[in-house]
């Protein structure tokens, strides 16, 4: 089945330093890709929708300036969380729509981000 | 807005148990519904759809029902078994190419 990678799967960093976040369909093109939020035992918020050479599509609450997106390629989306607080810890989540089959959302496993 | 409600966990069942996991939604026209299952440790993974009134998803002896009449898409299985322990998310997407709207979550624990 189609895969969806993460990297890194954890990572911790200081307060006030940026950490981004690649998300990679290994096996098909991606022309969306879907950036999720997940903290401890809630379900998963959709933080923003990330089109291939446009702008990002942010949910309301959620800053474009902190959380910034780049869809580059049809199989790279990357998220970068900019001057990282210990609130921004969580768990962060990609998932990505095949171009040739838009009924289905394939996720990443996810990126475990703590910040000190 | 569209919306998706789940029952509250944690459910813990013995195995070979019946579980059903209640999930009802709100959405304006036709969404498909789905049933994802996050492992510990791992991402979430498709379990099941429907993308019609009256279709039923089935996968690893788990069946939910797409039932318009009640907006409810309850995940059903006759005997679980340990394997089985991880969160189950149900969901909807209102259109082909938009994102998921997930419930909260059911953590389900079976023990032997």
């Known amino acids: 089945g189609a895969v969806v990678s993460q990297h890194p799967s954890r990572v911790i960093c200081k307060s006030g330093t940026s950490v981004k976040i690649e998300c990679r369909s290994l096996d098909f093109q991606a022309t969306t890709m879907f950036w999720y939020r997940q903290f401890p035992k809630k379900s998963l918020m959709l933080m923003a929708t990330s089109n291939e050479g446009s702008k990002a599509t942010y949910e309301q609450g959620v800053e474009k300036d902190k959380f910034l997106i780049n869809h580059a390629s049809l199989t790279l989306s990357t998220l970068t969380v900019t001057s990282a607080h210990p609130e921004d810890s969580s768990f962060y989540i990609c998932s990505a729509n095949p171009r040739l089959n838009t009924d289905t959302q394939y996720f990443g496993p996810g990126t475990r981000l703590t910040v000190l | 807005g569209n919306s998706v409600t789940q029952m509250e966990g944690p459910v813990t069942l013995s195995e070979e148990a019946f579980l059903t996991i209640n999930c009802t939604y709100t959405a304006t026209g036709y969404p498909s519904l789905f049933w994802y299952v996050q492992y510990p440790g791992e991402g979430l993974q498709l379990l099941l759809k429907a993308t019609k009134a009256d279709d039923k998803g089935s996968n690893k002896g788990f069946e939910a029902t797409y039932r318009k009449e009640t907006t409810s898409f309850h995940l059903e299985k006759g005997s679980v078994q340990v394997s089985d322990s991880a969160v189950y998310f149900c969901?909807?997407?209102?259109?082909?190419?938009?994102?998921?709207?997930f419930g909260k979550g059911t953590r389900l624990s079976v023990i032997a």
């Open positions: 969901a909807l997407r209102a259109s082909g190419n938009t994102p998921l709207v």
